[in-house]
């Protein structure tokens, strides 16, 4: 699992690639914990690369959904595979967390 | 050959004593004109050839005998050696005084008794230069090469054939035979060289051995001027004996006994020396014994320090461990200040853990600095190539203290301790794995007793199971509640992440659930609702989950009187149903958030919906967690929905039971003997055209 860094202005862009299981994800959770990451107003994850999510890697997302929401940080998903989309779908996150299908409209959110 | 020769062996006992008893009725008759008038004189050759048998007789039976060395016992040896021959020796003196005493009484008889005493005498020395060579050749052959026996055949042969030069030659020696001779005693010499058993003695051993050898060559004196003092005596019958051979075997017992008494002598001021190394290596096998029952670390360690600082005979010393929980470390004779001093020096010249030796602190312009009252130090660092326990350091008073003996003999105590440290980890490591194993067996159980063993059992449906933990202990659960003889409650779920701490959640989650369906009440007319029991459920969860963990379950109430079930799916695999009147296979698309993922009551009740379905006889409910349909193959495609679904579509004819094992093979073909990656539980219901029991 890799994580490259992009930030412009006031996003943060994170990019997975490879698999989110138990081990890569508490990279992950290193990563979203850093404090400066709520001094952003929007936290895009690009999922394009992203091949799998484990339940462990969707509680990183769900223990941080709350955080960011109260310092009022947005947190969109986008380029998201289908079968990864579809473990958001079944879990019921699609309707709690933004998912988008392109950079554009992450971007526009 | 050889072995006709080996057969001979027993005979030359015999051989030698008849040849000695017909030498000495030989030199009798010689020496007395009175029977030799009436005998006859018996020739020159007859006697040689008598002492000649005589001589190898005697030789030969002493090389068959076993050798007398036993083990590296030579003091034993030598002693054996001197007791024997010494008595000889003295016999040999008392018989000489004797026949002085006698001769004076009966001087007619002088001559008899002269050659009497003389054969006697020749009999004793023979017998003991063969007991003396053969006693060397234990010691030339001790740990020799097989070149050496080799040429200590040779030399044998040699002698052997030297035997013949008397008979041969008559009594005057040929020149034409002096380089042969000259060259045997040469050989004899370059035996003489092998005297590598002397090192094998301790000091006092060597002393010992120094007094034998002198006194072996002293009982070899006493022969030798006795037969020059006859050589001359006019009384002498016989022509003289074996000259060559018995000068030969002399000169080689004595010479071997000279060399062996010098090189004992010149080894004496060097056995201290010796000795040391002997018992640095004793110390060292002592030590790796000892080590090797060492219980704890410290244990280990304490026997380590000891031993060194013993070994190389150390004035002060310390050892500096790395890891905190044994303590302070040892010291010998050493204060803090000293300890600090040398250490802080050490980590400056940035030598602070490899091997070092300084045999010369007072030129070391730092350790002067220091003002120490040591001369020498040793640093021995004690490491494997994983790991750096700690650091040994000795100090000796005295410069060039310490040799690059003590430093191998350090590494390999420090070798040896290491080894011993790790065995000892790993011993504990390995326990502690054990319990962990042992507790999670009991996990296991606990959770095996957890899982409903019983199935609900009624005429109108048919319910199977399976379920595969992908470790020990799962975080997949599911149960039964049979709530009247017409409704029946089943949960079916996942916790999020594997092993304990699923587990653990699961524990909760059955809780749960059975405390919540004591709230069903539709004789009042207050059924539960699945919506509601999954809203409660999240509320309950919200304040013992952790906030990265969240479950998912689907709940479903049967009703027979209703022909038809209730169900909400709170983030759960979608169930899969086979309808047997339109004789469709499809997945139930109902929208529910997982459980724990909000923990917001009212903001939860929102996201989790109930479902009605009315079934028919003959119609197939499938319900599964994650496991199933993301198991992998070596491919690492996932089996999934749809496969699952064409499977049904073939399967739903069958009895549960068959449409349970149906699933299980394809699942095993499709993964083809990999370990499931995640935790398999299945459920299969079938619905029946028949009136519940009760």
Known sequence: ?109 | MIALLRKLIPLALPLAVVSWLGLLVCMLLRASPAAAARWGTPPDWVILTAQALFAAGIFLHERARPDRLRGTEFVPLLRQLLVWPGALAAVCVLLHLTQHLLAAYVPDRGPVLLNAFYTVNLGLFVYFLARTCYTWRSLVFFRAQPRTRQEWRWFEVLLGASLLFRLVSGDTTSWVLMPVLLGLAGLGVYLSAHQQWIAYLNRRQKWEIVFLQLAILGVMAVFVVYFLNLQNDPQLAGPLAQHAFLVLTSFFAGFYAVMGFLVTLFNLPTAGVFEQKREEILSMQRLSQLIQKGQSEKEVYSLLFDSAVQTVEADAAWLDLDTDNDGPGFSYRVDAGTREGICRLLADYNIGHIEYLNNDLPNSAGFRALELPYGSLIVMPLRSTKHHYGTLYLLKETRQGFDRENLSLLQIFTNQTVLSIENLRLLQESLQSERVKEELKIASLVQESLIPKTLPADSWFEIRWHSLPAREVGGDFYDFLQLSASRIAIIIGDVSGKGTTAAFHVAQMKGIFHSLMLLDKPERGQPLQPSKFMAMANQALSHCLERSSFITASFYIVDYKERGFAFARAGHCHTLYYNAITEETFYFQTEGLGLGILRDGAAYEKRIKNMYYDYNPGDVMVMYTDGIVEARNAQEEEYGEDRLRKLLERSHYLEAEDIKQSIIRDLEEFSRGLPPFDDQTLLVIKFKNAQPLA
Do not use: W
């Open chain 1, 1 to 109: 699992m890799k994580i490259a860094h992009h930030a412009i202005n006031d996003t943060l862009t994170l990019a997975l690639d490879g698999e989110l299981d138990a081990s890569s994800s508490v990279s992950l959770d290193t990563e979203l914990t850093k404090p400066d990451v709520l001094d952003y107003r929007k936290v895009m994850i690009d999922c394009q690369r992203l091949n799998y999510i484990s339940s462990a890697g969707l509680g990183v997302f769900i223990s941080h959904l709350q955080r960011f929401q109260d310092a009022g940080v947005k947190l969109v998903f986008f380029n998201m595979q289908e079968k990864v989309h579809n473990v958001f779908e079944i879990l019921g996150l699609d309707s709690l967390m933004t998912i988008v299908p392109t950079e554009q409209e992450a971007t526009a959110v």
